[in-house]
Nanobody, 115 residues
């Protein structure tokens, strides 16, 4: 059973930056396409950034140009660099593979963008 542990969230002012990390319990990044999801209060979970097979990346329009997904296969870690944060980016952020079925969801990491 793969376990995912997200970290790096926090409270940041609009325009600020955060870097999220997700560590997986096994060597999965070479096999599965990983992505970052987020869920804001009262909203459905949405996919904001992910890898395609071959390593190319894709982003939701709402974060394109501001967020960057990256990974370190040797460390079983995927990152999300978030710049120019906006209040609407406030959510709990999760990582998971984009293929179904997803792995068991981790606890996520809370990102709050507020002045």
């Amino acid at each position: 059973q793969v376990q995912l542990v997200e970290s790096g969230g926090g409270l940041v002012q609009p325009g600020g930056s955060l870097r999220l990390s997700c560590v997986a319990s096994g060597s999965i990044f070479n096999i599965y396409n990983m992505g970052w999801y987020r869920q804001a209060p009262g909203k459905q979970r949405e996919l904001v950034a992910h890898f395609f097979s071959g390593g190319s990346t894709n982003y939701a329009n709402s974060v394109k140009g501001r967020f960057t997904i990256s990974r370190d296969n040797a460390k079983n870690t995927v990152y999300l660099q978030m710049n120019s944060l906006k209040p609407e980016d406030t959510a709990v952020y999760y990582c998971n593979r984009i293929q179904l079925p997803n792995f068991q969801w981790g606890q996520g990491t809370q990102v709050t963008v507020s002045s």
